[in-house]
Nanobody, 122 residues
Framework: VQLQASGGGLVQPGGSLRLSCVAS??????????IAWFRQAPGKEREGVAC??????STHYADPGRFTISRDNAKNTVYLQMNSLKTEDTAVYYC????????????????WGQGTQVTVSS
């Protein structure tokens, strides 16, 4: 499984961004995989942001209310809509995949994208 994350950039506090994670691979079908977004800020450990399971699309958020994760299986793409961004959201955001149901633990994921930088600053 190969993952390509995109959509990061510079945004002012209170603004919005939508990240995309496109998955591909020989015989790959997104509906069989759970996808999660993690982030890592300078000097900090990687932390979970949101995840979405394969079958029922159930979701889990580390900070419910501002972010929304969704998937389009036909496009092999998972999105992370981020609203009301804060300076503390600044980080490199990674998407990750695992077969089956989602997990909030980074060690459960065996495929990772390259990361996309999100900077929230005035």
């Amino acid at each position: 499984v190969q993952l390509q994350a995109s959509g990061g950039g510079l945004v002012q506090p209170g603004g919005s961004l939508r990240l995309s994670c496109v998955a591909s691979g020989s015989g790959f079908r997104l509906e069989h995989y759970a996808i999660a977004w993690f982030r890592q800020a300078p000097g900090k450990e990687r932390e979970g942001v949101a995840c979405i399971s394969n079958n029922d699309g159930s979701t889990h958020y580390a900070d419910p209310g501002r972010f929304t994760i969704s998937r389009d299986n036909a496009k092999n793409t998972v999105y992370l809509q981020m609203n009301s961004l804060k300076t503390e959201d600044t980080a490199v955001y990674y998407c990750a995949a695992k077969p089956g149901r989602a997990s909030s633990q980074a060690t459960d994921y065996d495929a990772w994208g390259q990361g996309t930088q999100v900077t929230v600053s005035s």
